[in-house]
């Protein structure tokens, strides 16, 4: 979002002040950010008091920077704060999901009774297939039940997962196995897609090539195909899981042991495997779920659309909703598996309340007109949030109206795979809301905006965004990195966090994110760098050189342009343009995932570069936004930039 545009919204001094009814009821009350400034690491410590411990800890805070520990010395295990405590205090018949499938009418009901059934069976086929304390589990699935039994099983073992989202590739998920060493692979041998199979296994078997330590492999059937099956090392789940006992005592474990890996994309094109702890994690999570989204268990029923192979779905699917023990929707296919309807129709039937969700499937719900929602009834919903890249005032306020009847908060949260949980958020029945703006830090969350030497801008002013304090849930480092975990966050502005956000203060002070500084770039909420995508795009046989920037995209908040030069072989000389562009499109969605094939490709004889020899990733973001073009004059031949602006153009009018 432009700066220009949020002066424009601010003239219209759009805000909203919390609606009184909501506040009466609200979780949270005026008085807990001061509660919490008193002394944040206590008040931290008091929200600890949400999970279940086997034994309390008697520490709150160690911090050596960039090493943090929290609740240290206390023990518990994750999958009872989760599951076993609802069953225990006789929550057990409450619904905990409502699974609904990519195909109409097929749905499943689990109680948090069934839930507990189930993990305990799995962690039990987990250790028959040799799982043990601190070992890694690869979690390659589609979005249906079984996912979350492995993940909750998995940590019950003390053991941690690494979910890899099921739209990666074999080679992007083979990477992740061997980066952290998994020797366990859970996965289905397909998902569906808008009512088609989509195949899962022949991914994994030929990730495993490569990954010859990976040692038993767990295959849940979700589709009638046929699959490839190495005797030994795969097993069907429903030979395996389902003649386990369906009791199973949970050991303790400290408040520090590793639960999960995540990777995600950096500025190079190695992913960086996320690693977090258990207490502090959880701790952040489950209190933010309560304050943020506001939620009531008995009543509320809640659904986060997102994929557990997502930070999002690992916090607020899995651990903070089961921990608050809520009701939730969770949903197996597409915004329009079955027709474009399909979320109001999921949203009418289940009578959802609390809605979250990415601006880009917000603006394409809008795209779809708004005569969709509204002949459905929607007045379930109470509260709306976003997560995952700014959201335009424009998609902002049609969320209002069409979604939320102008009577639901809604909710703008800005966190990271790093952070672990929601650190900037209005809170509802509190704070005021405005169309575009993340507001403040929640209690006990300390950020600033900084200049380029550190310095905390004013009001009205811009820079970037950094964390000041520690928090219970930040990632504890890059698996296998510690150097780089250092030197990514917390070198560019000693003694702070550096998220790579850039950030406003509005002439309130209100916070405003204004997208990423460095170079990752953000497609429909996930995140991907450039140097990944260049680096799969140099892979390919025909390509000499690549650059790729991030270009603005009102659909999917920033799209791929790649910019690439040949060197073509006599056979692919013989191809025509548009062919080798559609070969290295797909030669990149299948290196990677189909969410980094390049909208564009721009073949071009030459790229421009500095006399040092560097691309001026800058100089084709402007040319790939169409804007006037900034200094070229250190470029070792100006007139390349304007070539390649002139293949833009025609490549532009040829698309018309
Ligand atoms: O640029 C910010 C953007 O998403 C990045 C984090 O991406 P990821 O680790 O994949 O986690 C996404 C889900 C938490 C951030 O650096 N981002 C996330 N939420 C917002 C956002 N940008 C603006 N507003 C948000 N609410």
Redesign the pocket.
Known sequence: MTEAKIEAWLEEDRAFAPHEEFAAQANAQPSIYADADRDPVAWWRQQANRLTWASEPTTTLEWELPNARWFADGTLNASVSCVDVHVKEGRGSRVAFHWVADAEGESRTITYHELSRQVNRTANALIELGVTKGDRVAVYMPMIPEAIFTMLAVVRLGAIHSVVFAGFSAEALASRILDSDCRFVVTADGAFRRGAPSPLKPAVDEALTSCPDVSAVLVVKRTDGDVGWVEGRDHWWHDVVERQSDVHEPEAFGAETPMFI?Y??GTTAKPKG?FHTTAGYLTQVATTYHYVFDVKPETDVCWTA?DIG???GH?YIVYGPLINGVTQVMYEGLPDSGGRDRWWKIISEHRVSILYT??TTIRTLMKWGHQLPASFDLSSLRLLG??????NPEAWMWYRKNIGANRCPIV????????GA?L??PLPGITATKPGA?MRALPGIYVAVVDNDGNEVGHGEGGY?VVTHPWPSMTRGIWGDPDRFFDTYWSRFPGKYF???GAKLDPDGDLW????VDD?M?IS???LSTTEVEHALVGHHAVAEAAVVGASDDTTGQAIVAFVTLKLSAEDAEKDQARIIEELRQHVSSTISPIAKPRQIILTPDLPKTRSGKIMRRLLRDVAENRSLGDVTTLTDPTVVNMIAGLMETHASSED
Do not use: F
Request: aromatic share 8%; proline share 5%; charged share 15%.
């Open positions: 995540m995600t994309s996320i997102a997502w930070i999002t916090s990415a601006p976003t997560v995952g890249e700014p959201i703008d949260t800005w966190w990271q795979t790093e952070t929601i900037c958020s993340a965004l998220a790579g956000d994110l204004l997208g990423r990752v953000n909420g996930h995140r």
